[in-house]
């Protein structure tokens, strides 16, 4: 799963993504390139547990970002780098929300404006697929009559008349079977998108990080899988979208200092964690993603799933042999195990419980599957 970072120039895009991954981009990189780098998904109960249980190996969930160049009308003609953002899962847009005078911008600081103008051009791209294939299916049924080619044509249609209303297609109700005819398509004003602000460092930096969506106009964006959300992020099931806020300067500091160091100058803006940790936190949650652990000795790990992934398939994501001969999963949320102290503990109690197949993991589950392979 891929998180595509874009942004008009000079907001700050690239040197989030290198701090995000800790790539180390060459100068004479060619912007136009698109560079991938992975992150660590932060955990405090995974952290929590790995205490208790000290092991040998301490493995965190991570998320895979892509850094494209600069986005515009021009870009979205490149084949290229068309290509590159219609693999992506989910979009990271960088929108620069600091002033700055020894950092061009064009026209006035106005984020609103940035963030309609780029998912205009997204639903621009798009309507021009659309069309393309519009006429190919038309092509088509003149030929033979399909149903199943009737469906399509009936589909983009409404796709058409929708994006001609300047919604994009993330908006648009579609069914199960409606999404999986559209998959291969991979329109890209139908991708998850979170609003990433960039605002100015100040001496309420925490207050600021916190009233940004708001103050700029984006309280009403939206995370797809309804998490419940902290401060300053916003979230619901609606439209895939959310928005949260960062401070780049201050996170280039942070990113050189030590972790002691570090939530000593967090504290000192009157903040707990970094709008980076809210930023990797918040597209794992776009993407639709949960974390489940495993505990030992040997490793204490985040396992990566889908929400609403049955206990087999999770048991699939550590092993295929595991899905293959599962029997049943011993489950404990993270916090009873913690409460409890140890799987024999919780065993003793009563509160490890045993899970079929059919069981569908929560995230902060704790599983040891039981298998006969």
Known sequence: ?????????????????????????????????????????????????????????????????????????????????????????????????????????????????????????????????????????????????????????????????????????????????????????????????????????????GKDLESAA??????DAHVGTGAPTRPGERSSPATNTGATAICGKVEAELSEMSDTDAAEFLSSYGLTESGLTRLIRKSYELLGLISFFTIGEDECRAWTIPVNTRAAQAAGAIHSDLEKHFIRAETIRWDQLLEAGSEAAARAKGILRLEGKDYIVQDGDVLHIRHSG
């Open 214 to 219: 708001v103050k700029y106009g984006l309280a």
């Open 1 to 205: 799963m891929k998180t595509g970072i874009i942004g008009l120039p000079q907001v700050g895009k690239s040197s989030l993504f290198r701090i995000l991954t800790k790539a180390h981009l060459s100068a004479s990189a060619n912007p136009r390139d698109a560079h991938v780098g992975v992150a660590k998904v932060p955990d405090d109960r995974l952290d929590r547990l790995a205490a208790q249980y000290n092991p040998k190996k301490l493995t965190h969930a991570s998320v895979d970002y892509v850094d494209l160049g600069a986005i515009g009308q021009e870009a979205l003609k490149e084949s290229a780098y068309l290509g590159h953002l219609r693999q992506v899962d989910a979009i990271i847009h960088v929108v620069r929300a600091f002033e700055d005078d020894s950092i061009p911008h064009v026209g006035t600081i106005d984020p609103l404006r940035d963030i309609k103008n780029v998912e205009f051009d997204l639903m621009v791209s798009d309507l021009g697929q659309i069309e393309k294939r519009m006429e190919r299916v038309e092509k088509d049924l003149k030929k033979m009559r399909s149903a199943d080619l009737e469906r399509e044509f009936e589909l983009l249609k409404r796709a058409k008349a929708h994006l001609e209303t300047e919604r994009p297609l993330r908006e648009l109700e579609m069914t199960p079977e409606d999404k999986k005819r559209f998959r291969g398509f991979m329109f890209l004003s139908e991708k998850p998108i979170l609003y990433v602000l960039n605002i100015s460092e100040s001496s309420e930096l």
